[in-house]
Nanobody
Framework: QVQLVESGGGLVQAGDSLRLSCAAS?????????MGWFRQAPGKEREFVAA????????YSADSLKGRFTVSRDNARDMVFLQMNSLKPEDTAVYYC????????????????WGQGTQVTVSS
């Protein structure tokens, strides 16, 4: 079973950038997991942010976030990243890193392992 630990969240102002990191340990070889980022704002359902395939050759981002958020991974370091630019107050949420045994996925239900989340708060 893989363990996932997110870091890099915090309080920022609108227009700022943040880079979230997710470190994986245990389980199968990291490169055997598709990885994803999701977020959940208070009172809302968890929603897809971005996903990256096992090798990193394929990425997906939520349509509403394209051009601002970029997912990447470093299989040598067992890590996945989410670069967030031009942050807006509506980006405020807890951000979760997740792993799937599938090559890549965008649906919450297809992910097998989850981190505890990291809070991102964007002030106006």
């Amino acid at each position: 079973q893989v363990q996932l630990v997110e870091s890099g969240g915090g309080l920022v102002q609108a227009g700022d950038s943040l880079r979230l990191s997710c470190a994986a340990s245990g389980g199968r070889t990291f490169s055997s997991y598709g990885m994803g980022w999701f977020r959940q704002a208070p009172g809302k359902e968890r929603e897809f942010v971005a996903a990256i395939s096992r090798s990193g050759s394929t990425t997906y981002s939520a349509d509403s976030l394209k051009g601002r958020f970029t997912v990447s991974r470093d299989n040598a370091r067992d890590m996945v990243f989410l670069q967030m630019n031009s942050l807006k107050p509506e980006d405020t949420a807890v951000y979760y890193c997740a792993a799937t045994v599938k090559s890549v996925a965008t649906m919450v239900a297809l992910y097998d392992y989850w981190g505890q989340g990291t809070q991102v708060t964007v002030s106006s």
